[in-house]
């Protein structure tokens, strides 16, 4: 039999013939939830470096269709954003009663939609940016939210 006790940041094991002290001191764990935001840093600063790569490819066509580009990886990036803060907040509202988890979860799909509708046509309608950069930039953005997410997936699974 194994006992461990716990005090501050010591921990006692004694079991049959062996006991000792560990320091618990240099030891840590790694919350679900701190490896899930770690990850959602991790796509979004990739999308956010695929979009100043579009950007930058644009700006050989014109400053003002560089900034469209960005404009719509941007918009890509808000909803990335939202998407993570809704999850978080789900996964949380879960925990008590899973109906209200899944409601946000289906609430926070209508708030992108309205925000990515809103988003573009602000920039399109409003500001008057040029609509090819503008999708290009998005469609690209959301394309390496997509594929980050499988790769980091994938290499999670192997580890």
């Known amino acids: 039999m194994v006992a461990v006790q716990r005090h501050n940041n010591n921990a006692a094991i004694s ?4 006991n000792g002290n560990v320091s618990m ?18 796509l979004i600063s990739t999308q956010l470096l695929v979009s100043v790569l ?19 990886g941007l918009a890509s990036i808000c909803i990335a954003v939202l998407l993570t803060w809704g999850v978080q907040r ?6 008590e009663n899973p109906t209200k988890g899944m409601l946000i979860l289906y609430v926070g799909a209508v708030q992108r939609f309205l925000l990515v509708v809103g988003l573009l046509a602000l920039g399109l309608a409003i500001i008057k ?8 930039g998005f469609a690209v953005a959301q394309l390496s939210y997509l594929i980050s997410s499988r790769n980091k997936r994938s290499s999670d699974v192997k580890n």
């Open 15 to 18: 079991s049959n013939g062996f």
């Open 25 to 42: 001191a240099n030891v840590s764990i790694k919350k679900p939830e701190s490896e899930f935001v770690e990850k959602a840093r991790w």
């Open 54 to 72: 579009v950007a930058a490819f644009f700006l050989l066509k014109g400053p003002w269709q560089s900034l469209s580009a960005f404009y719509g």
């Open 90 to 95: 789900a996964t949380v509202a879960s925990a």
């Open 129 to 136: 940016l040029d609509p090819v950069a503008l999708c290009v």
